[in-house]
């Protein structure tokens, strides 16, 4: 559902007539700020299920959740102190060079140690495609064909080769 607002799903949308529109997705989200025309397009949410529920019925994993703080390096606090920019100063945060470490780190201890299977989540699409080039990880996020993510997580999911693939917040639609 949150394809909507893309250009030619608002188009369609726009012309076609109807008693009745529907959008069902399992993840709300969108890398762009395009999230808010939906209740105009479509509607507003009419449901929206507790992930904790979930959990419970068994439909979906229980997680465990950590906090890894990573302090900038010097120079990089240095860079973050100057720049009046938001979306630059989230570029430097983003690209800590002690959070890039702290994430390999983390990655080689669940794939080696543990034999996890892991998945990073990112919200900074210049992060994703940087950790996950640098770590030689895959990847899934908007532009990743439906093939490809298709591909990727059947990898992920069969192969022990892939343990480890990187996600945008709309990286498995």
């Not at 709300?28 to 939906?38: A, K, N, W």
């Amino acid at each position: 559902m949150h394809v909507v607002p893309a250009d030619m799903f608002r188009k369609v949308i726009s012309i076609t007539k109807s008693h009745c529109k529907l959008g069902l997705t399992a993840t709300l989200v969108r890398e762009d700020e395009c999230i808010i025309d939906l209740n105009f397009l479509i509607g507003p949410k009419l449901y929206e299920a507790n992930w904790l529920d979930l959990v419970k019925g068994g439909f979906i994993a229980n997680i465990q959740c950590a906090e890894v703080w990573c302090p900038m390096t010097k120079e990089f606090f240095a860079e973050y102190l100057k720049k009046d920019n938001s979306k630059r100063k989230h570029a430097i945060y983003a690209m800590n060079p002690n959070k890039f470490r702290a994430c390999e780190f983390l990655i080689r201890f669940h794939e080696e140690q543990r034999h996890d299977k892991i998945i990073v989540f990112a919200d900074n699409l210049f992060a994703l495609v940087e950790y996950a080039t640098k770590l030689n990880k895959p990847m899934i996020y908007g532009a990743t064909s439906h093939a490809e993510r298709t591909r990727i997580l059947e990898l992920f999911k069969s192969s022990p080769n892939v343990n480890t693939v990187f996600l945008s917040k709309v990286g498995i639609r």
